[in-house]
């Protein structure tokens, strides 16, 4: 049977390029700051931000953590989003590691408004803990991949800063959101004190997210990298693919999007689904059953060949990558209509 995966674009596979490269990349002892690859590769990660400096890391999440763990202190309070991933998917990462309290504020498709956030941010008293850091998400992935403008960041940063906290953008999908706008990614980055981005999810590396910041914001988050464990070694084997990620796999993004709002419209035809369309701006479509669990629906689905995920009881998300075709749509949208049917 034929597999239509839509559970995620991280189960993308490299491409021929990346396994060629990897095979031939040139490497060293990382840990030692002596890996060539690696090094060319967060310096390209660096320079499409538009910061100084990169780090390789193993996954977004550890990107993501890292980055709490160098910009805050044991009791401080990170104001998030409140469906954002470093809370809702990181496995209680913020108390484990950085000890730091989350604040959140109720979003609108993922995006705060400022006047909640100023809201959000208390003054100097001994009774709160003080507020630290503002972790912003673009693209917003429980909010369907909803894409947060320059103007929005940059006000949302701008009232964080006024009060002295440093902001942190988890980019996992920054170039689907800055394809979607025909933006430069470093507009997106410019107001935050760090970002991270994810190789291994559209741009379909098979492992990496870099964290990028000022060079000594970086040099900082590589001594908290190695404090859990992220010191690798020759890790070239892995940024070799990283690179051939963000030499070509950037640009294609564009028709992962096209095939998102193909199946949005698919979906949309039939009264058995529920789907906000304003929010299917890239690679991700959320979608609400009218009728039966979307438990046991995926279960259905699995069955046929098409897998997709439960992100909540009437709730399943599908997300498009360079695996899946316009037929591949086709075919998966006939099959959900066909197994939603069987709910009557
Ligand atoms: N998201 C994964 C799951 O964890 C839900 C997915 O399938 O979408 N930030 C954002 C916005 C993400 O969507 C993800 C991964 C991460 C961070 C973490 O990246 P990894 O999985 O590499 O730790």
């Given at each position: 049977m034929r597999i239509i995966d839509l559970?995620?674009?991280?189960v993308t596979v490299p491409t021929p390029a990346m396994r060629e490269a990897m095979a031939r990349a040139e490497v060293g002892d990382d840990v030692y700051g002596e890996d060539p690859t690696v090094i060319r590769l967060e310096e390209m990660a660096a320079a499409r931000m538009g910061k100084e400096a990169g780090l390789l890391c193993v996954s977004g999440t550890m990107a993501n953590q890292v980055a709490v763990m160098t910009h805050t202190r044991r009791g401080d309070e990170v104001i998030l989003e409140e469906e954002a991933h470093i809370y809702?998917?990181?496995?209680?990462a913020l108390a484990v590691l950085s000890g730091v309290q989350p604040r959140l504020v109720k979003g609108q498709r993922g995006m705060m408004d400022p006047d909640d956030l100023a809201r959000a941010i208390r003054p100097s008293n001994i009774h709160y803990p003080p507020p630290r850091l503002l972790c912003l998400e673009n693209t917003h992935n429980r909010a369907g991949g909803t894409v947060m403008t320059p103007a929005l960041t940059r006000v949302l940063a701008d009232v964080a800063h006024e009060r002295g906290l440093a902001v942190h953008l988890d980019g996992a999908r920054i170039f689907n959101a800055a394809v979607h706008l025909g933006c430069d990614p470093r507009e997106l980055a410019a107001p935050a004190d760090s970002v991270m981005f994810c190789l291994?999810?559209?741009?379909?590396?098979?492992v990496g997210s870099v964290l990028c910041g000022s060079r000594e914001f970086i040099e900082r988050a590589r001594r908290n990298r190695k404090i859990v464990g992220?010191?690798?070694?020759?890790?070239g084997v892995i940024a070799a693919a990283g690179v051939v990620a963000l030499e070509?796999?950037?640009?294609?993004l564009a028709e992962d999007h096209a095939h998102a709002r193909l199946l949005a419209d698919l979906l949309s035809e039939d009264p058995l689904f529920r789907v906000?369309?304003?929010?299917?701006?890239?690679?991700i479509v959320l979608c609400w059953l009218t009728r039966g669990d979307a438990f046991a629906y995926v279960r259905r689905l699995a069955a046929r060949g098409v897998k997709v995920n439960a992100t909540g009881p009437d709730r399943i998300r599908l997300v498009t990558h360079k695996d899946v075709a316009r037929a591949d749509i086709e075919e998966a949208a006939a099959i959900m209509k066909e197994e939603a049917g069987r709910f009557a």
């Open positions: 559970r995620s674009d991280t809702y998917y990181e496995a209680g291994s999810k559209g741009l379909a590396a098979p992220g010191g690798m070694r020759q890790a070509t796999m950037v640009d294609r906000d369309r304003e929010t299917v701006q890239t690679n």
